[in-house]
């Protein structure tokens, strides 16, 4: 099967790290196709930032099920466009916020994301509601930028590590989630050195997606997630337009 990988923001070097992330755990057999967005933010810190992620990340997905991928991934904690995107894509969509909470779920009663910014942590802390877990997760930020991830000088590790260590020793943690895809390279060191398990949402997601499509499952067309009234669309927007219930984008 092919799996898309899509990295909502345009650092091509992030968009390296979470192909790695995927390809490491990818069942043989499952090839992984990676791709960054072509237009938008370098990185998505807020909702600001998130809000113009969105058409680039359409476009890779719905090029990325012309070009015959079976499921597509969200390569931001954000969950970026995950409601938009199943709208329109055929193919499963997997967020990796929504992968990496399903999978710690599994594993431990006591969960705590660690993200990157405060300004990331309030809608993170409302995905973890809505995806049920608002009794069993909280979440943390370290105060590193997105970008910083990538600099060994920035001290970023050591932040994250610090808010690691207060989530175990103050929260009473017994699983950390990774909230952020820049993240996805730390995860199997971070849970040797503190001895729980440390769920990066990028691996968990290649997981789901290989089995929704083992099942032959994809995403119900009925209610919330039909697809789009066709529609003119104007100005920029013009080529997202839905004709026959199916975005253009070409």
Known sequence: MRILVVNPNTTATMTATIAAAA?????????IVVATSRMGPASIEGYYDEALSVPGLLAEIADGER???AAAIIACF????????????????VGICEAALATAGFLAQRICVVTTLERSRVPIEHLVRRYGMGDRARVRAASVPVLALEDPESGALDKLRRQIEHALDDDHAEAIVLGCAGMADLAAALSRDYGVPVVDGVAAAV???EALVSLRLATSKRGTYAPPLAKSYAGMMEAFAPVDATPRLA
């Open 23 to 31: 390809r490491s755990v990818a069942a043989p057999g499952t090839e």
């Open 67 to 69: 070009s015959g991928a």
């Open 78 to 93: 954000d969950d970026t466009g995950l409601d938009a995107a199943r709208c329109m894509a055929s193919i499963p969509v």
């Open 207 to 209: 997981k789901q997606a």
